[in-house]
């Protein structure tokens, strides 16, 4: 009951997500351990995606669903739609969720960090790409001025007006103060180039710890899961050995009693 009136479910992504996802379309039952299973995954050529980035879901990650209309969401991602939002509402359908329902792991906030400093560095990456051709643009036009002017100055040129000292300062004002402009915008843009820089190396930097964690904790959980499942087959050998043994005993006793009373016989 207590799962009904929840507005979102969560659960860990398998290989059986990944690969089988139409396996869990909405069926009609009214038992409530299926339709807890019930999803309505995006599927596209990368398989099951979410619904807000489009990005394909992972083995381990926790997908949290709409419990209106049953589309999924990397859990990470539908928390940080909710940062800054007074109202809580599914990205596809106008239900009202409860943000306070999905809990994530320290592994997911580990996840979301990496989220948001790939982002960023992707953001500062476009705005540095910006930059380089903002100042190649800059110095392809001011070459081209220069040109311009270079003609205007050809000394050769007899026909032209400068031989006229008042055309002359002119041209020569200009140019100094087209160099000015240009060297001082050039200027600009490569601090705005350098500081972009040092950012994306900051940025990548600490992406680089972060991943270097979340690496360290999946490796942590794997060897969990693999001495948990070592514990329980050893468990399960013990108790066929158990089994077996009995077995054997048991034929061993038949088999003596009817040996002793066919010769007593
Ligand atoms: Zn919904």
Redesign the pocket.
């Known amino acids: 009951m207590a799962s009904e009136s929840r507005t979102i479910k969560t659960f860990e992504c398998t290989a059986r997500h990944v690969n089988y996802p139409t396996h869990f379309l909405p069926i009609d039952t009214t038992n409530p351990k299926e339709k807890e299973k019930c999803v309505r995954f995006t599927v596209t050529e990368l398989g099951p995606v979410c619904g807000i980035k489009q990005e394909p879901f992972k083995i381990g990650e926790i997908i949290a669903v ?1 419990n ?4 999924a969401f990397l859990a990470r991602t539908l928390v940080r739609s909710f940062i800054n939002s007074k109202v809580t509402v ?4 106008p ?1 009202v ?1 409860n943000k306070d329902e999905i809990k994530l792991t320290h592994l997911e906030k580990l996840r979301l960090q990496i989220d948001l400093h790939n982002e960023n560095i992707d953001l500062r990456e476009y705005h540095l790409e910006q930059r380089r051709e903002e100042l190649k643009t800059l110095s392809k036009n001011h070459q081209k001025d220069k040109r311009t002017l270079d003609k205007l100055w050809d000394p050769d040129d007899q026909s032209s007006s400068n031989e006229d000292p008042e055309i002359k300062q002119i041209v020569t004002e200009s140019r100094i103060k087209d160099e000015i402009l240009f060297e001082n915008s050039k200027k600009t843009k490569e601090e705005e180039i350098d500081r972009f820089s040092c950012l994306i190396n900051e940025n990548k930097e600490i992406l680089s710890k972060l991943l270097n964690e979340e690496k360290k904790i999946v490796e942590a959980q794997e060897t969990k899961q693999f001495i948990q499942w070592r514990n329980e087959m050893t468990k399960k050998a013990l108790v066929i050995s158990a089994f077996a043994l009995v077995f054997i005993a048991s034929f061993k006793i038949i088999q003596y009693n009817f040996f002793c009373s066919f010769f007593n016989d």
């Open positions: 709409c209106g209309c049953l589309n599914c990205p596809i359908c239900y969720l």
